[in-house]
């Protein structure tokens, strides 16, 4: 039975990747905006611990299983990416939310829809290398830029609902600033990572296809 339970993870992620959606899209009332930006924090903080959780699990039991080398990236692809997804839209916040004005631009996320678009194509590039290279039976596993993209999403994702839940509380924000000039920067290093991440992957692809 134990050996099910990484597995069980996983889909409990997924349960907690389509709860994180339910929650920062869920029509709100301008006063309850933060309180739904807590939530939705938590459960992403619990869905991302998750992933590190099931992987250790199945490691250490060896344990490793088909379902869940296809489901576990899968469900993390669909959390991040659709995160940016979410964050990209420009009606993201309620209608009418009053902002700082520091925090008035395009998008008070930071994310524009450019930047959703390069995370997923790199993913959809990626997979679509992965197949080719392991159809000639070569191993194509996650490079270490892979796993820092990764983790740099994650941070980039949390930083934008601390932000968002501290800009819209009027007695937090005063620290809103400084958590704005951390997302952007967080943003901004998931970005270059996620191109370095692409280049170092089709230079890898390039080789197995020479060979």
């Known amino acids: 039975m134990y050996r099910q339970i990484p597995n069980l993870i996983t889909l409990g992620r997924l349960l907690l990747t389509a709860l994180f959606f339910a929650v920062i899209d869920w029509p709100v009332q301008v006063r309850q905006f933060p309180m739904f930006m807590w939530m939705a924090l938590a459960v992403f903080i619990l869905a991302t611990a998750s ?10 039991w060896k344990v490793e299983s088909v379902f869940g080398r296809v489901v576990d990236p899968f469900a993390d692809k669909i959390l991040i990416c659709g995160a940016f997804v979410f964050f ?12 700082p004005a520091a925090a008035r631009s395009y998008s008070a996320t930071g994310v524009h829809p450019w930047m959703a678009v390069l995370l997923i194509a790199r993913e959809f590039l990626v997979t679509g290398l992965r197949g080719l290279a392991e159809s000639r039976g ?3 596993r996650a ?8 983790v740099l999403q994650s941070l980039a994702v949390g930083s934008i609902l601390l932000y968002l839940a501290f ?14 000039v951390l997302r952007d ?12 991440s692409a280049g170092q992957y089709i230079f890898r692809a390039w080789r197995v296809i020479e060979a």
């Open 51 to 60: 992933d590190a959780l099931d992987g250790y699990l199945a490691r250490s």
């Open 88 to 99: 990209s839209m420009p009606n993201f916040l309620p209608g009418p939310l009053v902002l």
């Open 138 to 140: 070569i191993d194509f």
């Open 143 to 150: 490079l270490w830029t892979g796993k820092a993209k990764m």
């Open 167 to 180: 800009v819209t509380t009027p007695r937090l924000q005063g620290l809103a600033a400084g958590l704005a």
């Open 185 to 196: 920067v967080l943003i901004g290093l998931t970005i270059a990572v996620t191109l370095l």
